[in-house]
């Protein structure tokens, strides 16, 4: 297979119950380390969290938000994976729920889905897979590298977890 239809592999950083655990640096430094091997890294970060993006969200409670070179107010892990990987990310480095669910609900008003009932499963799932595809397909990158924010006992996660459960298979 020549370089250029050559598939890009993903990784997806999950962690425990218990959250702020590291998993945006052990993300950043996986990224590194494939970085120091010659390979070109994608990196992003989904939280589970229902805000469209943490711009609003308190410092005290979410910590500060990282803006990236197109303007948008991200995780603050967008900027370890910036530092550790030297490359760019963007707005569509960092997805929340919220930003699912008001891209979902958009297309169900606009009659994207004619008529059929709007579910967690396949509407929202197929959405983060999605998201998850869009670093590969809009950049070169050899890996993508995907870090779920939250903790496994979250509902808020379950979508996530389910998504990427999914993925393989897709």
């Known amino acids: 297979m020549s370089e250029q239809q050559r598939q890009p592999r993903f990784i997806f950083i999950t962690g425990g119950v218990v959250s702020s655990l590291g998993k945006g640096i052990a ?40 803006v990236t070179e197109d303007g948008a107010e991200t995780d603050l892990d967008l900027g370890h994976y910036e530092r550790f990987t030297d490359a760019n990310t963007s707005r569509a480095s960092n997805v929340t729920a919220g930003g699912i669910y008001n891209s979902v609900i958009r297309r169900e008003r606009r009659g994207d889905y004619l008529g059929a009932t709007v579910q967690v499963v396949p509407h929202i799932t197929d959405e983060i897979k999605q998201r998850v595809r869009l670093i590969a397909e809009t950049s070169a990158v050899d890996v993508v590298i995907t870090e779920i924010g939250g903790t496994v006992g979250d509902i808020e996660s379950l979508p996530f977890l389910e998504a990427i459960r999914q993925f393989p298979v897709d």
Not at 33 to 51: C, E, H, M, S, T
Request: net charge positive.
């Open 27 to 66: 993300a950043a430094s996986i990224g590194r380390l494939l970085v120091a091997r010659g390979l070109r890294v994608g990196l992003q970060k989904f939280d589970p969290y229902i805000n469209v993006d943490p711009g609003t969200m308190s410092p005290y409670q979410h910590g500060e938000v990282f």
